[in-house]
């Protein structure tokens, strides 16, 4: 069983049970939701065709009629998984509340994650199952709880698919942020497990943000090497290309 670090869990659910404030997240007005719609209207989003990287191509068409090529970056190195949305441009002041969220366990961010998801349509409706691109069990232990985790079963829900926990992440790997791509991937190197039998099926990993996308290709790797036929990549939000 995997260890849970009964303190910090218990402050999380602690905050999410006692703060019963309506105030947006983003402006501090006084609102009925978590997001004013003054504040939901301006966030970035990452619309028209899209590479299989999950960045903007200007060819292709905007409503997905013609697919976009591939870039150059992945024209050099092909991603293993086949297509990856993200609905959101991972920028301001979207980061800050995903910062919130993750870095202080700030459950209360999560409601406004929540009323993100709630009017996003599954792109792939035809995939088995969503599969979350888990934390390090020590990652969960610091936190109190796995934001993929909880991402995915919360999209489950909402889109009506199974959520299905195939991988574990068996390297505690160093925070990527800030690191090259290829420090990025050096990092990763066998660093996921697949804990369950995934032949045949074709599912939809999930994760909060996708920057280099050096997880999800380390991740959609492992799970193919076990016998996936497909694995396609969704998170919340995308970095722009840098």
Not at 94 to 120: C, F, H, M, S, W
Not at 145 to 167: C, E, I, V, Y
Request: some cysteine; proline content about 8%.
């Amino acid at each position: 069983m995997t260890p849970v670090n009964l303190i910090e869990a218990t402050k999380v659910y602690c905050r999410l049970f006692f703060d019963q404030s309506c105030r947006c997240l983003f402006c501090g007005q006084t609102q009925s939701h978590q997001v004013c719609p003054s504040c939901l209207v301006l966030l970035a989003r990452l619309d028209g065709p899209l590479c299989r990287c999950g960045l903007h191509h200007p060819a292709g068409s905007p409503d997905g009629g013609i697919p976009a090529p591939l870039c150059g970056r992945c024209l050099r190195q092909p991603p293993p998984f086949t297509a990856s949305q993200a609905p959101l441009h991972y920028s301001f002041p979207l980061d800050r509340l995903i910062g919130r969220y993750k870095y202080r366990g700030d459950l209360v961010a999560e409601r406004g994650i929540e009323q993100l998801l709630a009017d996003t349509p599954c792109p792939w409706p035809d995939m088995d199952a969503l599969c979350a691109l888990p934390a390090h069990w020590r990652r969960r232990w610091q936190r109190g709880f796995d934001q993929s985790q909880r991402l995915t079963d919360r999209l489950a829900s909402l889109w009506g698919m199974p959520s299905l926990t195939a991988l574990t992440r068996q390297q505690a790997t160093p925070m990527q942020q800030g690191l090259s791509r290829r420090q990025r991937r050096r990092n990763l190197h066998g660093a996921f497990a697949c804990t369950r039998p995934v032949t045949g099926l074709k599912l939809l990993l999930v994760d909060d943000v996708m920057t280099t996308g050096s997880s999800a290709r380390a991740a959609a790797e492992c799970l193919l090497r076990h016998g996936a036929t497909e694995v396609r990549v969704w998170t919340l939000a995308r970095t722009r290309e840098r």
